[in-house]
């Protein structure tokens, strides 16, 4: 009986911190939206000003958690070469390739 109760509570727990990550996650990459937007608009002038949200949307939704964190810190702290390296990266991905073939089909 014990362990049933200890069992639920930690299931309980845990159903909780993965909603707090799920959250955390959201936060963290609305908040790197500005940051990459600006980068794409500066430092990829080859985009078109229309596609621009579609850029940053594929960039965003294709970053891994420690991308997104370094993109929400330079969205505050301001723009930098590592920065603008991030997106690069994220943007050579065969699968933000993908995104940005469904997503801008016109130019890719």
Not at 58 to 64: E, G, K, S, T
Request: glycine share 2%; with cysteine; aromatic share 2%.
């Amino acid at each position: 009986m014990i362990r049933a109760i200890i069992l639920t509570a930690v299931l309980a727990l845990s159903a909780a911190c993965t909603e707090v990550q799920t959250a955390a996650d959201r936060t963290g990459r609305k908040a790197a939206q500005a940051a990459v937007t600006e980068v794409i608009a500066i430092n990829f002038p080859q985009v078109p000003k229309p596609l621009i949200e579609s850029f940053t949307g594929c960039v965003i939704d294709n970053a891994q958690a420690v991308e997104v964190r370094e993109l929400a810190k330079a969205s505050i702290v301001g723009i930098d070469d590592d920065t603008v390296a991030v997106v690069r990266n994220v943007l050579s991905r065969p699968a933000t390739q993908a995104c940005l073939r469904d997503r801008a089909p016109l130019i890719l």
